[in-house]
């Protein structure tokens, strides 16, 4: 060997010992023939525990699934830059980065690996780990997003047409309903028809509602009056080994709000107890009370207290896992076939309307309570309920423009049997035309509002023109665009939600025609 060689291999054994970084020396079969002090300082071996094991060692208790996989297998012979976890002797895991490297020297095999402990990347590990596991609930939301988009994107449609196919069952089976002796079994055949058509109608503003497609209406309503209402709905679905309990402290309870969607969330709520109990006995315990703001912690603004509503059950019960989800458009806890898994979805949206809030807390095999939070209104004007008015006599003549040959037949029919004399039109052109030959003969215009071309408030918009005193009823499946606040605005007489059932039509026909408030 010639003294610059042994100058060489002088300073380059000290080079590795006096190394920052752990230096361990293997031979061509993988096992370690020399470390240096830094990597008796990180490890935590002495030199003789570690000369003559396998490079495997450093792997051997790792859980780390960026390791694993080296400890069944040569770790690659080179290697620039790894990011691996490696594990000191009192079995801590640390990351590292990893250099690897084999030479040949005086005709035998080396592998020279370099390890730089990342300790000062500990916690920006963890923070990664913790961002890809809120970038994977980002990515579950945004698909759910997406398909609660297509959803939205699509209920319009689907309301309007679907809406108009039940105007039309409903239309001939109440007419059918009427001519039929109630004793013969069609009759019972015929009520089936339109409850089936009733739940159809639900099933279609509950989609509405959770894909922000169906405006609340504010009206001040007593909220104990629709309980009672909502009950009466429910009871064919409860089972008769369920019991309802109540404690009702406050009544009247005034509310403003929607009448329609506000008893949908209690159907909603109820319901799901239901389920939750079925098919055991058990018992819903309902309660209504008044509280303040500050004994809830609830932050509602209402200068009048705030309304307390709870539905109980002494049912299943649910995981904490689901109890995070069970506000989750299209998630349902409930085997397949067992609700349709829009309700509580629905619940959430109609309160959120509502400025309201609510709570859940379950016991898994117990118990499963909901407690909603309504501002309280003052009162003044408390609708109790759905009073069926007495129907006054109607006589008149009729220009009812619908674009579905379907509906717009059921619904003349519906309208003569009134006592009315209909004149139909199937198109807003044709009805403008029929409209202009003498605008005075009519008593009042029932118009459809998703039409080709021609809308029925730019219809309406063209009658009165014609003549500014027209009576113009809108009627819609559905449209985003125009609500019942909007129609009044506009100069409607009155608006109607699709399908319209006879005692509907009878009732705001007599009311328009009369002179009166619809």
Sequence with gaps: MTADRAFSDTCLALC??????????????????????????????????IIGCSFGVLFKSINGKDSSGYIRKPLPKKVEGLWIYQCKKNGI??????????????ESGYIVTCVREVSELTRSHEEIKRLEDENRKLESYLRQAQRLEIIGSMAGGIAHDFNNILGSITGYAE?????????????????????????????????????????????????????????????????????????????????????????????NLIINAAHAITPNSGTITISLSRVDQ??????LLSDYGVLKFVVHDNGCGITDSQLERIFDPLYSSRMPGVGNGIGLAVVGEVIRQHHGRIKANSIF??????????????????EHGRVAAKVAKISGRVLLVEDDEALLSATAQILSRLGLEVVSANSATKAMETFAENPESFCCVITDQ???????????????????????????????????????????????KKPVSQSTYAKVCAEVINGKDA
């Design 16 to 49: 590795v010992e006096h190394m920052g970084q752990a230096v361990i020396v293997c031979d061509a079969e993988d096992r370690v023939i020399h470390v240096n002090p830094a990597f008796l300082s990180l490890y935590g071996y002495d030199e003789g525990e």
């Design 93 to 106: 895991e640390f990351p590292a980065y990893l250099f690897r490297n084999a030479f040949s020297w005086n």
């Design 175 to 267: 007419m059918i309903e009427e001519d039929v002796d109630p004793e013969h079994v069609a009759a019972q055949n015929i009520k089936e028809v339109l409850i089936a058509a009733e739940r159809a109608r639900n099933l279609i503003a509950q989609i509405l509602t959770f894909t922000h497609k169906a405006p609340a209406l504010s009206k001040e309503l007593d909220f104990c009056k629709l309980l009672m209402e909502a009950l009466k709905l429910a009871a064919p679905s409860l089972s008769a080994t369920i019991n309802v309990a109540f404690d009702l402290s406050l009544s009247p309870a005034p509310v403003v709000g929607d009448a329609d969607q506000l008893l949908r969330m209690i159907l």
């Design 294 to 299: 500050s004994e809830e912690d609830v932050e």
């Design 365 to 382: 095999g117990k118990e499963t309570s909901f407690t909603v939070y309504l501002p309280l209104s003052e009162g003044k004007s408390v």
């Design 450 to 496: 998703t039409m080709p071309i021609i809308t029925g408030n730019v219809l309406a918009q063209k009658m009165w023109q014609l003549n500014a005193q027209t009576k113009i009823i809108l009627c819609t499946g559905y449209n985003e665009l125009i609500d019942e606040e909007e129609a009044r605005r506009i100069g409607f007489a009155a608006f109607l």
